[in-house]
């Protein structure tokens, strides 16, 4: 997952997977000034990346992205199902 890293400036990328969902964690994106629905925005454009890229995790049933700041601070998690539809969102 380094393309991740290095397209979007993320610090730290983990993934876990299984046969039906994917969740990643995208640690200490610069989101200073960021407001909610910026990161909204800004979850479709990772999760189209990643989706276009990756056709494997393209037709999984769930998958997740968790935002976090610096020092792995939680701020917002958002779901998106297979057809790439906003389902869920968490703001810690």
């Given at each position: 997952m380094n393309d991740l890293r290095n397209e979007f400036n993320?610090?730290?990328?983990?993934?876990?997977?299984?046969?039906i969902s994917v969740e990643f964690t995208l640690q200490d994106i610069d989101h200073g000034l960021v407001t909610k629905d910026s990161l909204i925005s800004y979850a479709f454009i990772v999760d189209k990346y990643i989706t276009n890229k990756y056709p494997r995790i393209d037709s999984l049933e769930v998958r997740k992205y968790l935002f976090s700041g610096g020092g792995g601070v939680e701020v917002m998690e958002f779901e998106?199902?297979?057809?790439?539809?906003?389902?869920d969102t968490q703001e810690y």
């Open positions: 993320f610090n730290y990328v983990e993934m876990s997977w299984d046969n998106f199902d297979e057809t790439g539809n906003l389902v």
